[in-house]
């Protein structure tokens, strides 16, 4: 439980600082970049915060619902804005991708 109990302080953290300083990000986002840059002090992952993203990682799927959702439901916007989303689509899925390939390498290297 204080693996969740972390998530959600982060969360809350990422929260706070968006409204505080009107960032154009998604609070949840703020939060990801904080505990990111938490566990990069720290150096390695906390095992109660290991635990709790393995129990949570195959939920993952469950939050492409709403998604599907948003996209049935919201034709009109997507007709209107669907050009530019895409190009937002493709500029963050690439360094997205090239970020993950780049982990999962060193993650190989090291563990063999």
Same mark, same amino acid.
């Given at each position: 439980?204080? +693996?969740? =109990?972390? *998530? ?12 505080? !300083?009107? !960032?154009?990000?998604?609070?949840? @986002?703020? +939060?990801?970049? $904080?505990? $990111? =840059?938490? !566990?990069?002090?720290? +150096? &390695? ?14 939920? /993952?799927?469950?939050?492409? @619902? #709403?998604?599907?959702?948003? @996209? ?16 937002? $689509?493709? /500029?963050? *899925?690439? #360094? ?9 390498? &060193? +993650? ?5």
């Amino acid at each position: 439980m204080s +693996g969740l =109990l972390t *998530l959600l302080i982060f969360l809350l953290l990422g929260s706070l600082l968006q409204t505080l !300083l009107h !960032l154009p990000v998604p609070a949840s @986002i703020v +939060g990801m970049l $904080l505990l $990111l =840059l938490a !566990l990069i002090l720290r +150096g &390695k992952t906390p095992d109660n915060l290991q635990r709790i993203t393995q129990t949570l990682s195959p939920l /993952l799927p469950l939050f492409l @619902i #709403p998604v599907s959702v948003g @996209i049935i439901t919201q034709k009109q916007l997507l007709a209107e804005h669907g050009p530019a989303l895409l190009v937002i $689509l493709a /500029l963050s *899925l690439i #360094p997205g991708a090239l970020l993950s390939a780049l982990i999962m390498r &060193k +993650g190989g290297k090291s563990g063999s």
